[in-house]
Antibody
Framework: EVQLVESGGGLVQPGGSLRLSCAASGFTFSSYWMSWVRQAPGKGLEWVANIKQDGGEKYYVDSVKGRFTISRDNAKNSLYLQMNSLRAEDTAVYYC??????????WGQGTLVTVSS | QSALTQPPSASGSPGQSVTISCTGTSSDVGGYNYVSWYQQHPGKAPKLMISEVSKRPSGVPDRFSGSKSGNTASLTVSGLQAEDEADYYCSSYTGSNNPYVVFGGGTKLTVL
């Protein structure tokens, strides 16, 4: 059974940093592109970033470029999102997602990031 | 790249059929057959219901079907059941890496 379990969310002040983690199991992690998708409270979904199987390609939505960094450790079956210079508009539930052909076949349960003073 | 356009709400009675539209452009929906639909119940993670315009993943009831015409994709739910009440989101590949995928704003489906 595919499982994606996020952790690392919480309350952080504007300008602060947070690192999200996603532990993957039930599939060959190193064989898939992985993504982070977020959902602001009461709002729709927004793709944030994705990373190739070997970590050699990474892409970001404009609003987080230069502030967020996606990475992965295939030996640990883990995906990460380092978030710096956080803003109020980054407040959202962040989902870890297994991606294939622009489709998210599996989602984690999400972790809430709240940016507030 | 703008978000795809979905109606904010849709409704139907049990047993009826309802169709939700998702309108994009020739740069996303109209240009590629990588349109997906996701169901999201309150407080839960989204769940894939349709991929590549009309493919139904294992375990998804055949009451759910997808189609596309030009720049508009559609999700049809036939034989509505109470458990179908949820938010539905469409998404499309954009042919670009920024953004890689664009989502619709979501449609709240109410089973009357």
């Amino acid at each position: 059974e595919v499982q994606l379990v996020e952790s690392g969310g919480g309350l952080v002040q504007p300008g602060g940093s947070l690192r999200l983690s996603c532990a993957a199991s039930g599939f060959t992690f190193s064989s898939y592109w992985m993504s982070w998708v977020r959902q602001a409270p009461g709002k729709g979904l927004e793709w944030v970033a994705n990373i190739k199987q070997d970590g050699g390609e990474k892409y970001y939505v404009d609003s987080v470029k230069g502030r967020f960094t996606i990475s992965r450790d295939n030996a640990k079956n883990s995906l990460y999102l380092q978030m710096n210079s956080l803003r109020a508009e980054d407040t959202a539930v962040y989902y870890c997602a297994r991606t294939l052909m622009a489709t998210i076949h599996y989602w984690g349960q999400g972790t809430l990031v709240t940016v507030s003073s | 790249q703008s978000a795809l356009t979905q109606p904010p709400s849709a409704s139907g009675s049990p047993g009826q059929s309802v169709t939700i539209s998702c309108t994009g452009t020739s740069s996303d929906v109209g240009g590629y057959n990588y349109v997906s639909w996701y169901q999201q119940h309150p407080g839960k993670a989204p769940k894939l219901m349709i991929s590549e315009v009309s493919k139904r993943p294992s375990g998804v009831p055949d009451r759910f079907s997808g189609s596309k015409s030009g720049n508009t994709a559609s999700l049809t739910v036939s034989g509505l059941q109470a458990e179908d009440e949820a938010d539905y989101y469409c998404s499309s590949y954009t042919g670009s890496n920024n953004p890689y995928v664009v989502f619709g704003g979501g449609t709240k489906l109410t089973v009357l």
